[in-house]
């Protein structure tokens, strides 16, 4: 079993910028696809991001690509979220992902996070 905690969420103003955390335990995730997600109000949960610790390489929705980055520290099992120029179409809750198939993220097999809230004030 794999527990994944998200952090980093809040309220920010258009533009700004924010940094998601998530940590994974109880299992190494080194061979896990990794990924963020996220669902706003009334709307289904969509893809934001992915990557793996193999170096294959990141994915982004594109709405987000040129604005957020993905990243990990294998050391701490830790994915990171960098949200730069944020707007209110980005307020959503995010969610963690962490897929044993290693090479896509999201899929029925997968663990998830309980969420953080991001908030973006127009």
């Known amino acids: 079993q794999v527990e994944l905690v998200e952090s980093g969420g809040g309220l920010v103003q258009a533009g700004g910028s924010l940094r998601l955390s998530c940590t994974a335990s109880?299992?190494?995730?080194?061979?896990?696809?990794m990924g963020w997600f996220r669902q706003a109000p009334g709307k289904g949960r969509q893809f934001v991001a992915a990557?793996?610790?193999?170096?294959?390489?990141?994915q982004y929705a594109d709405s987000v690509k040129g604005r957020f980055t993905i990243s990990g520290d294998e050391s701490k099992s830790t994915v990171y979220l960098e949200m730069n120029s944020l707007s209110p179409e980005d307020t959503a809750v995010y969610y963690c992902?962490?897929?044993?198939?290693?090479?896509?993220?999201?899929?029925?097999?997968?663990?998830w996070g309980r969420g953080t809230q991001v908030t973006v004030s127009s």
């Open positions: 992902n962490a897929d044993p198939s290693g090479d896509t993220v999201g899929t029925t097999v997968s663990y």
């Open positions: 109880g299992r190494t995730v080194s061979s896990y696809a």
């Open positions: 990557m793996s610790w193999s170096g294959g390489g990141t």
